[in-house]
């Protein structure tokens, strides 16, 4: 049981890469944190700093109010489970759970006990006596979680741990992860490029781009108010919609579209002519469907449709778009650092499954534009979201992240924020 | 399409066959030689008239024989063991670490290995009388495991590479110390390339025949190899010939046994399931 904290640490290769960045990120003991990020970002060598097996270049890392950094792994007290599991072939899942016990010269009578408690939360008491080469790979997953919880270590850390995983597997582990976190109630840093995985198990999510974190907040914090495109970009599946767009007085004109601006807003993006206006694809809705009563909140408008996906519980409509060639220029290169490649610019629409939008179709399309975020196309920054909201997360700031009662008080005012803007 | 199968497979088994008879005949000629008794040599037919044990008999109450057997026995398994001890450290650092002249170590070590053992014979005689490891059992040692410890150092650095670096950061993180993880999680991993490193060094030591035979001159030292060379009959009058195809088939049963034995050892990856895929 122990808190972390990160104080501006770096790390720099010798041959003056830089990985990480000047980070600094404040885990409340309990607390389960995900950093997430696209290969490369520097999330793995960020968590290999934690449990001592990368060196820190600069900045000090305390656990549990220590300051660690000239520690070897050994005498930091972290367990930690491997992407590709790291058992140890020549050994009985029984040894391999017990390895840890056997090399603090805990007794045998308590290793039995305790390996055998273990094996039973996970569920592989059946296997002990088996090799690794003879499990499969959910099996192996358990067994390298079973190694980390037998010992009574100060955090747990993941380092992508279901990436080996089929879909399927993956889900059900997922909330594995999520219960016995809960249960033990353990200091958790867990490595993800998974955006499911970071929203799903997190407590509090730390985006992290080229080695420097850029929110840190709840998921739903980041969901709903990213601070710039590439947090917006990154988090969600499908992608949010970047289109280009501009002010005239307190009209927003869009491709397809024009809709009413706050004044609050208009009055701060007055000065720049040209935005990025941010649209989750579940914020449209197919015309036909929505209710009156609801319809005239939003705005309607035409569109003709490319492609549709019926999935069964959604669908998904594709329309493509022209954007001005500085937009697409951004846009691209934002692409490019969140791993994707779009061939054309296009919008994504996710409409109801009883929907009759049909490939081809031209079709009437609703939109609620109060969830719309705004974005400064050369900075990258949110402007719908209010200063003080922008600076309560910083992206690097020392004293940003709040403790994890915080965090979570957080959730629920948001999600009573959320409640009450539904219902109205 | 099922004759042009069956002709593959005879075609095979018609030269797999040629090919252990070829590799086989020596030895099966050595074999029905030691087995034949008294005159028996001469009966011009390879197998025996007789099938008799009186080789054997003669090799294992002749002295020359048993000490030389012991000789080799004992020289053997020691520059075999330091050998491969050193090898693992050096393979271990050469597979792990980074340092300056790591990439000369490998070269002057496989330099070593082509170096023929010929041209060390005389040098090597010299300056043993003088410093007094002639006709020793350090003297035989010494100069194995220096030709040894090249080719161990590169199958079991090979060996090492292959065990991914998790592994032993698992280990750390699971509080081993350094030795702790190299002791209990790499060398049980490398096992399979210990063996071969092993079997190799121990094998070059049983069969080295040049030096053992410059380097020793009394049973003292003197090892299997140019103990038979120096072998007579049971009487100075009978051929030698028949004992000395007996000593042979001594020498070189625990070879062929300790290669059976640990065949599958050494073919077996041990790695599997340590990690995924």
Redo the contacts between chains.
Sequence with gaps: MAEITIKNVSKVYGDGYSAVDNVSLDIADGEFVILVGPSGCGKSTLLRMI???EDITEGDLLIGGQRVNEK???DRN???V?Q???????LTIFENIA??LR??GVAQDEIRKRVEESAATLDLTEHLQR?????S?GQ?QRVAMG?AIV?QADAFLFDEPLS?LDAKLRGQMRTEISRLQRRLGITTVYVTHDQTEAMTLGDRVAVLRKGVIEQVSTPRGLYEHPVNLFVAGFIGSPPMNFLPCSVKGDTLELPFLSCPLGREIAERVADRKLLIAGIRPEHFEDAALVEDSKKEKGVSFRVKVDVTEWLGNSQYAYVPYDAPADIKASLASLEKELDSEQLRTQMIVSVDAASRIRDGDEAELWLDPSRMQLFDPQSGHNLTLLNEERESAPPSSPTGAPSSAAARAGTTQTLAEDGATRKT | MSSSSTRNRVGWIVGAVIIIAYTMLPIGWILSLSFKGGDDITNKQFLPTKWSLENFRTVFSNDLFTTALRNSIGVALISTLIGVIFAMFAAYAIARLEFPGKKLILSVALAIAMFPVVALVSPLFNMWRSVHLFDTWPGLIIPYVSFTLPLSIWTLSAFFREIPWEMEQAAQVDGATPWQAFRKVIVPLAAPGVFTAAILAFFFAWNEYPLALALTSTTKAKTVPPALASFTGASQFQSATAAIAAAAVVVTVPVIVIVLLFQRRIVAGLTSGAVKG
Excluded: W
């Excluded at chain 1, 590709?84 to 020549?90: I, R, V």
């Design positions: 449990v001592g097996l070897a792994p050994r972290l367990s930690m491997f590709n599991y790291a058992l140890y072939p020549h390895f840890p090399l603090r090799k690794p080469s003879q499990l790979g192996r190694r010992r080996n």
